[in-house]
Every structure is written in structure tokens, then in C-alpha cells.
């Protein structure tokens, strides 16, 4: 209960931030991110329809078509894989910056813009979600073998979702372990420690993400904002917000 009781406030907070006008420029080098995106799905969709003609081949077409289906499928993944891989590095001196400010309009504490740190938290930001993504990887492989055994076939989306949702928290929780002076592997046990409140902000990511287009724009600021928002509140239960 705690944890989705966070969440509201957070989500209540966000709103109110946002609707006031502020860190709506934040938005903007999403809104870069999605054109990018855009542009390699349009390729993506233009080779397989391209190569989805081998269909019409006489008896072994069909065969040769399922082939390419499955294997754009597989590429589609791995481009989605790696794009929020490139969103989260890339935005990473933006999340900072962002979580910084929320940070102070919470505690009242200030923070001075440090161009050197600002490039060391964009060389960790890039370790925590080389190291998030190998550990969601291996996840997966230990599900899908358990799966297998099991026939647990009927739990795979829900599963897949709650191992992405998880390793996508933990990287967003990162940008305030990190101004913390929290080193890696205190973020992990942050994140192992707190399971359920860091699947509840990864969920939340990953839903806004899927939202077409827009959500490559919103999905990094929402969950950036709500996740400084929890870990600050968690804690620090007697936390006093500074909303003026």
C-alpha cells in the first residue's frame, strides 16, 4: 500500500508541476528522440513489406514469408531494446538536471550546474543501463528456460513485463541514488530492496512509452520526475513539500 500510495502523491505532484508550466522544455529533446524513432520505424515497416514479397514464390513462398515475419520480429526487439537503451543515455544530462530541480523544489536544496559532473553521470548512466539491460537479458533466459520446463507459456507478457518494468525502474531510480553518492552496487540493492515500489515506476514508464509517438516524448520526464518524487518521500517520510 505504501508503495502505490507514493506513487499517487508522486503522479498528483507531476501534475501540478506541470501544470503550473514548469520543466515543460524538458520535453523538447524527446520530442528529437521521437522524429528519430519515426524515421526507423518507417524503415523498419518499408523493408519488411519489401521483403514480405518472397510470399508469392510458388510452394515455398509461404515458408520463406513466415521466415522473414519472424526475423523482422526479432529485429523490431532488438531496435526497441536498443532505442530505450539510446533514451536513456542520451537523456541522461536532461533526467539529471530534471531530477535535480525537482530534488530542490522538494528539500529546498540547491544544486549548481557542473558541466564535469554532468559527463560523469552521462559514463555511469551508460554502465547502470549496460549492466541493467545484461541482467534483464539473463533474467529472461532463466525465465524462458523455467518457462519451458514448466509450460508457463500463458505467463510470458506478464512476466516479460514485470522483468522490463523492473530493470527500467531501477535505471530512472538511479538518477537519485547517483546525486546520492550511491555507487552502483548500492543502487542495486536499493532496487532489489524496494522490488515492488521500482517494478511500480518501471510500469509506468513502460505503459506511457507505448503510447504511439508521444510516449518516447513524456515517458522519460513522467517517470524521471514521479521516481525522484518516490525515492525522496521514501526516504524521508516527514519530507515537507516546497511547491510554491
Not at 536532461?94 to 560523469?120: C, H, M, P, R, W
Amino acid at each position: 500500500m505504501k508503495a502505490l500510495q507514493l506513487h499517487i502523491n508522486a503522479i498528483s505532484f507531476m501534475f501540478i508541476e506541470l501544470g503550473k508550466g514548469k520543466y515543460l522544455l524538458f520535453f523538447v529533446p524527446g520530442f528529437v528522440l521521437a522524429l528519430i524513432f519515426w524515421q526507423v520505424f518507417l524503415f523498419t515497416e518499408t523493408a519488411e513489406d519489401t521483403f514480405l514479397v518472397v510470399e508469392n514464390i510458388p510452394l515455398i513462398g509461404s515458408y520463406i514469408g513466415t521466415g522473414v515475419k519472424g526475423t523482422f520480429n526479432f529485429i523490431q526487439f532488438i531496435i526497441d531494446q536498443l532505442f530505450i537503451f539510446f533514451i536513456l543515455t542520451v537523456l541522461s544530462p536532461f533526467n539529471t538536471i530534471l531530477s535535480e530541480k525537482i530534488d530542490s523544489a522538494l528539500t529546498g536544496k540547491k544544486y549548481v550546474f557542473d558541466l564535469v559532473q554532468v559527463i560523469l553521470d552521462l559514463i555511469r548512466m551508460i554502465f547502470v543501463v549496460l549492466i541493467a539491460l545484461l541482467l534483464e537479458m539473463f533474467t529472461f533466459l532463466i525465465y524462458w528456460v523455467l518457462s519451458g520446463i514448466l509450460n508457463l507459456d500463458f505467463l510470458d507478457p506478464l512476466a516479460y513485463f514485470i522483468i522490463a518494468a523492473f530493470f527500467y525502474g531501477f535505471s530512472f531510480y538511479d538518477y537519485s541514488l547517483e546525486r546520492n553518492k550511491k555507487g552502483i552496487y548500492e543502487s542495486l540493492q536499493f532496487a532489489f530492496s524496494n522490488k515492488l515500489l521500482v517494478v511500480m515506476s518501471g510500469s509506468l514508464f513502460l505503459i506511457i512509452y507505448e503510447v504511439p509517438i508521444v510516449g518516447v516524448i513524456i515517458a522519460p520526464v513522467i517517470s524521471t520526475m514521479i521516481t525522484t518524487f518516490v525515492y525522496l518521500k521514501n526516504q524521508e517520510n516527514n519530507l515537507k513539500l516546497n511547491l510554491k
